[in-house]
């Protein structure tokens, strides 16, 4: 496999993406502010670039994992390479404003840009398990495509620059939220002598079957009607209303049941309340 790759940035993440790159073949170089982290990955046959300009100038692909956007800039803006002909894909994590901007950047100095965000932790890196997500020109996606691959389950998203970082946060929301429902539910658990193991299955069926309303749901959202086809929020503000009373009578957190009536609260006043679940969305906001 003969396509080569730089890899800008040997932290934990920078290794093992440049690891991945190795196994799979290309032919790598690899740059880093502190040279030593370079020594296992060319012991593997990475070649260590002793300038960011020569890393720069060794591929035609430069993929660059520091530790946030700020640092990338200033890695950059210090180079005075011709960029013209070089794709950058960016996988450092940051905000989509961010991601924005650097493309904008790298387009005035005549670069071709992707930005990314990695799902996955470092050992991950090179197995199907590690996601990882790219926004920018599906063109530059699919020139680079057949190398990406070496990392793990590389996916596109959109021509929107910004994208990669937002379904990167969108993710970190679901994780939250569904890991926090849990522990809550754990806990009330435990106060009647059930563990976390005898929970867990049940909760888990729990997940997976309100998964199953997504589609369903995400229809009306698009629609932007709400009708209650299976309860109203009226009917769930009552139950959430049980959640909390229950979780004070066993001496349980109640703050996130509280949030979550506040807004089902304030929505029934603004005039929702005998429609269904989804429409709290407006409480999340609108696009501007
Ligand atoms: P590390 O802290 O291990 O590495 C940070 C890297 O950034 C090092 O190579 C460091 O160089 C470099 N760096 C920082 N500032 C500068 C600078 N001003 N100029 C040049 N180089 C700089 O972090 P990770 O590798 O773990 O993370 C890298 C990115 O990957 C982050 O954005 C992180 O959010 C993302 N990520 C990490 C995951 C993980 O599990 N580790 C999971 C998903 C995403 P030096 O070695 O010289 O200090």
Redesign the pocket.
Known sequence: NETSVTVL??????QALAGAFLKAGHPTTVW???AA?AERLVSEGARLAPTVGAALAASPLIII????YP?VR??LDASENDLAGTTLIN???GDSAQARATARWAEQRGARYLDGA?M???PAIGTAEAVILHSGPEADFAAHRPILDALGTVSYLGADHGLASLYDVAGLAMMWSVLNAWLHGTAMLRTAGVDAATFAPFAAQIAAGVAEWLPGYAEQIDRGSFPAEVSTLETDARAMAHLIEESEAVGVNAELPRLIKAMADRSIAAGHGAEQYPVLIEEFGTPR
């Open positions: 940035g040997l932290g934990r993440m920078g880093n502010r502190t982290k994992c520091l530790t946030d640092a200033e890695l996988l450092t994590s990695i996955a932790i470092p």
